[in-house]
């Protein structure tokens, strides 16, 4: 399995982005598909999950702000970020979790910076 990520970039204070994930090869034996970030000096953190069912699980600091969102059929996952703030500012990584043995698939990071 192999994870594709696109969509970072710089956004002002209170604007938004849409972030891309998507996976080829074994895609069904993708479960959960989620994101994560990391900010300099910081440890990598849950942002958002979602299971092939559609159920979503959101880290605290981005609830009411983050959607996630999954479209089976094209094997991606995205995720919507409104009301950005500089506290953002991270690398974001795309995982899959395999259903069964539970491996975690990594796609590489794409840089979201939230400045003025």
């Known amino acids: 399995v192999q994870l594709q990520a696109s969509g970072g970039g710089l956004v002002q204070p209170g604007g938004s982005l849409r972030l891309s994930c998507v996976a080829s090869?074994?895609?069904?034996?993708?479960?959960?598909m989620g994101w994560y970030r990391q900010a300099p000096g910081k440890q990598r953190e849950l942002v958002a999950d979602?299971?092939?069912?559609?159920?979503?699980n959101y880290g605290d600091s981005v609830k009411g702000r983050f959607t996630i969102s999954r479209d089976n059929p094209r094997s991606a996952v995205y995720l919507q970020m409104n009301n950005l703030e500089p506290e953002d500012t991270a690398v974001y990584y795309c995982?899959?979790?395999?259903?069964?043995?539970?491996?975690?698939?990594w796609g590489q990071g794409t840089q979201v910076t939230v400045s003025s």
């Open positions: 995982k899959g979790t395999h259903r069964v043995s539970r491996y975690e698939y």
């Open positions: 090869g074994d895609i069904y034996s993708i479960n959960v």
């Open positions: 979602i299971t092939v069912g559609g159920s979503t």
